[in-house]
């Protein structure tokens, strides 16, 4: 997909469940079943949705019919098509040389991302990487958030957590790790 997934129910039809943002509601990190957060812009309107890792791996499957989150080794693929090394694309933390760049909306764009230094967002990839921020495993958002941050879970897992892509305004490249099952991430799917 060239967005972020935005949908509030399982392929079968049932709801996936709504936690209200901080302050309204701080029970997010108590929560142990498949749940959303809607993100919200300045002016209070929904631009996108933030999900834990028990509905991206819920068996009722969050994806739409044809479509599957993308998993850990889809992400290498594309990040090695993207110039990413083979040596790099399996390790931790921050990797690559300039594959974010090409995947992040250009500055100046709806969501685009804060200007930092050398940073040239072309969004050659397609890709369209927002800067949408993430909800915590408290429940509290992101610091920087919105136009400075963005994480995708994966479908994949690493023991009992759930492997990640992160990027931000001020990296050129992607970092890859894996985190509680309780953070609030954004999603994309891949055709089946």
Known sequence: MAEDLRTTKYRDSSWITLVAPPPADTTWGM??????????????????????FY?????????PAGWHVASDAEWKLMEQTLGMSGGEVNATGWRGSNQAE????????ILGWTDYGDIWNTNESGFGALGMGCRMYDGSFGNPGQYS???????????????????????KNVFRYYGLKNYGFSVRCVKD
């Open 31 to 52: 929560v142990t079943t498949g749940a959303y957060s809607n993100n919200y812009d300045a002016l209070g309107h929904i631009i996108g949705r933030f999900y834990n």
């Open 102 to 109: 090409k995947m992040k909306v250009m500055k100046g764009t």
């Open 149 to 171: 941050t963005n994480f995708w879970w994966t479908s994949s897992t690493n023991e009992n957590q759930g492997w990640y892509r992160y990027m931000d305004y001020k990296n």
């Open 55 to 63: 509905a991206v791996n819920d068996v009722r499957n969050i994806a």
